[in-house]
């Protein structure tokens, strides 16, 4: 946040719904490797965001001075920043630079955002990725899957889980099957098989309602589902259109 007044937690909430719609969300080096050390996505974060709570007093970070406030069920300390070129870190001033972004924080290997500003810190070392509209972007990705090409991956079949806001259990009794077969096929240890497939890319854009006009053309695109890994494709979403495209890659993991 802003240096100055705190928000009281409502307001506090309200600003952070409003950045994942409509603002800017900076992943600083720091928040990537916790990420990573907790063994979660971007994905799981936004769910915590949007149904947790703002808990505890605001701190004033003694670096940049602006105030940071935790979401309950999170570790993760959520900053809401006004002026993108501040390093998240240290609060330098830093030169933006506009690239594609291997966007691994989704929990998918083979994702790529176009055009997203990065801003490397020469002074602290930290590198900031900006992801604007954040929650758009995520809804572009799901929208992309249940266009793929190629049968889903595990990662992929996870990536719609989370976004839809169901655990194991619930996509279980959605798809007839069991929580330990959901967590095996996240997990790669078993084949998604066609009718999963295409069952999930279905259950996606039903229950999903930004998404339920494309049901018809879903439905469609079924036919052409090929039986190539989707390990063999590349996904491209621009994240100023979130227009995607499928690339194919000249090896499939």
């Known amino acids: 946040m802003p240096s100055g007044d705190p928000l009281d937690r409502a307001g506090a909430k309200n600003a952070l719904n409003h950045c994942i719609v409509e603002g800017l969300t900076v992943y600083s080096i720091h928040f990537r490797e916790e990420?990573?050390?907790?063994?979660?996505?971007?994905?799981?974060?936004?769910?915590?965001?949007?149904?947790?709570?703002?808990?505890?007093?605001?701190?004033?970070?003694?670096?940049?001075?602006?105030?940071?406030?935790?979401?309950?069920?999170?570790?993760e300390q959520a900053m809401i920043k006004n002026n993108v070129h501040e390093c998240a870190v240290c609060g330098a001033q830093i030169e933006l630079e506009r690239r594609n972004y291997r966007y691994r924080e989704s929990g998918i290997s083979n994702i790529v955002l176009q055009g997203i500003e990065v801003a490397e810190c020469s002074k602290c070392g930290n590198s900031d990725a900006i992801i604007p509209r954040v929650e758009r972007v995520h809804?572009?990705?799901?929208?992309?899957?249940?266009?793929?090409p190629a049968r889903l991956t595990g990662e992929q079949l996870r990536y719609l889980r989370m976004h839809l806001g169901l655990t194991?259990?619930?996509?279980?009794?959605?798809?007839?099957?069991?929580?330990t077969k959901v967590s095996k096929w996240e997990r790669g240890e078993d084949r998604i098989g066609p009718a999963t497939d295409r069952l999930m890319r279905l259950l996606t854009a039903a229950l999903d309602k930004a998404m339920r006009s494309s049901v018809t053309s879903i439905a469609e695109h079924l036919q052409h589902v090929s039986d190539d890994p989707g390990t063999a494709w590349e996904l491209y979403v621009d994240v100023s259109t979130l227009q995607h495209s499928f690339v194919k890659v000249s090896k499939a993991a």
């Open 139 to 148: 809804l572009a990705i799901a929208k992309a899957l249940a266009d793929s």
């Open 168 to 179: 194991g259990a619930d996509l279980a009794r959605y798809l007839h099957t069991d929580k």
């Open 35 to 75: 990420l990573a050390n907790d063994e979660l996505t971007v994905p799981e974060v936004l769910q915590v965001c949007r149904s947790g709570t703002i808990f505890m007093a605001p701190e004033r970070d003694v670096k940049t001075g602006q105030w940071k406030y935790r979401n309950h069920r999170f570790r």
